[in-house]
DNA sequence: CTCCCAAACTACACCGCGTCGTAGAGGACG
DNA sequence: CGTCCTCTACGACGCGGTGTAGTTTGGGAG
């Protein structure tokens, strides 16, 4: 069970940071890539003008929500997305049906639905059927 | 940053006088209910103390944000509430898909469904049947 | 020993939300 | 009429979260 503690929400320079990360892991393939603030700090440059303390600051505090974590590398530090853009995604969607107490779920499902494009409903026969076909038949080769 | 349209999050006692107002509603049968400013707080009597106004107060901003509707009622104002609880739980959900940028729908939908119990996804499943065999008809650009 | 870099700590402004207070406007009623 | 009561309108204060950054400190590279 990975960890429950309900994902806290991000600001815009949060997002964009984490974006980053993000962006540096799958470049880097799955094996991690990471980044340290100066790293992070170039990719602004040119794009935006900000202070290399405010994105350790803001790195810091994403690190004490838990929503990165950080290796030494040398004398800086190395931080790593705790988390996939898709499972933060996840849990921030369930805590809002958590959170407002939702006692007809199906009808706040239909809602979501509604909303969607058939794309997306695909999507989620697709994620569905998986879904099932792991629960149905434990142990596949 | 253009998602005015989009659901504002909701704080602890927003959220509760929402309750309030929900409850109203559908103790009124459908259409019908509401509440004024006095009646919200009398829900509150006993259960805790708190001042007229502030119920006022989030009354009036709930209104700024659109999340309620008012009528005259005598000198009074009837608020109701301007989406049931699980629409605005699933305008909630959708805007963090959107906000999160998210790429692989699919995924994040998997892991969604990852956090799910079989009843809920009974629950999908069944909403899943009614959009489609409502088809035809797809809102959104 | 000196310099530079990165970390750590501190600071400050702003906004959202919980929390009220006070000032008025208009009925109700003696 | 004057008094009282009830609601609204408006504003204020404190706190925590976020964006933004400056200052201080400690440890390698010369």
Not at 11 to 33: K, N, P, S
Not at 119 to 139: F, H, N, P, Q, T
């Amino acid at each position: 069970m990975p960890h429950s503690t309900s994902a806290p929400r991000l600001g815009d320079l949060e997002r964009v940071v984490m974006e980053h990360l993000w962006e540096a892991a799958t470049a880097a393939g799955a094996g991690f890539g990471g980044a340290t603030v100066r790293e992070v700090h170039d990719r602004f440059s040119g794009e935006r003008e900000i202070a290399y303390t405010t994105i350790m600051t803001v790195l810091d505090r994403l690190a004490k929500k838990d929503l990165v974590t950080r290796e030494r590398d040398g004398r800086a530090w190395r931080y790593f997305p705790a988390d996939t853009r898709e499972a933060l995604t996840a849990q921030t969607m369930r805590r809002t049906l958590d959170d407002m107490e939702v006692t007809d779920r199906r009808a706040a499902l239909l809602h979501f639905l509604d909303g969607a494009t058939s794309d997306e409903l695909d999507d989620l026969k697709a994620a569905l059927a998986e879904i099932e076909s792991r629960a149905g038949s434990r142990r596949r080769p």
